[in-house]
């Protein structure tokens, strides 16, 4: 698989091409504001390899993988957070709507469980 798939809005965001509210940046990982957020902090952490889900992320560029939980931490703590959730939604079932991984960093009030 390429590093990047040119048809892929976040691989996008990562180019640039699209703008983003970017909150962070490292060597492996750009982190960004969801467009349409669920909670007081909520954002995205991607790898800027393009890969799908956080399974073939692991096994294609597991230092990607392990920078990008790092930096779920580091942004919701960025924001005032020590609780936060995290969740790669993974497939459509899981209600996956844009196919390269994302960690959804959530925080800033109470949230229920289980998910909907
Ligand atoms: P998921 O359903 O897990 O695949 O989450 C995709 C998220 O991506 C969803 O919460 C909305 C967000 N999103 C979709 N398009 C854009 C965009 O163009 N910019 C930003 N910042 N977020 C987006």
């Known amino acids: 698989m390429s590093d990047t798939d040119p048809n ?3 691989c996008k965001i990562v180019a640039g091409d699209i703008p ?8 492996h990982t750009v982190a960004f504001r969801d467009v349409d957020p669920q909670a007081p902090t909520h954002v995205l952490v ?3 390899v393009h890969q799908p ?3 073939s992320l692991v096994d294609a560029a597991p ?3 392990v920078e990008l939980l790092k930096e779920t931490r580091r942004v919701a703590q960025a924001d005032g957070h020590d609780s936060y959730r995290l969740v790669f939604n993974t497939g459509p079932d899981a209600h996956q709507t844009v196919f ?5 960093v959530l925080a ?6 289980p998910p909907g």
């Open 63 to 65: 230092e990607a993988a």
């Open 53 to 55: 889900d956080i399974a």
């Open 100 to 104: 390269h991984v994302h960690g959804h």
């Open 46 to 48: 991607i790898p800027r």
């Open 108 to 113: 800033g009030r109470s949230l229920t469980w």
């Open 8 to 10: 892929c809005l976040f």
């Open 20 to 27: 983003a509210e970017i909150v962070s940046e490292t060597e």
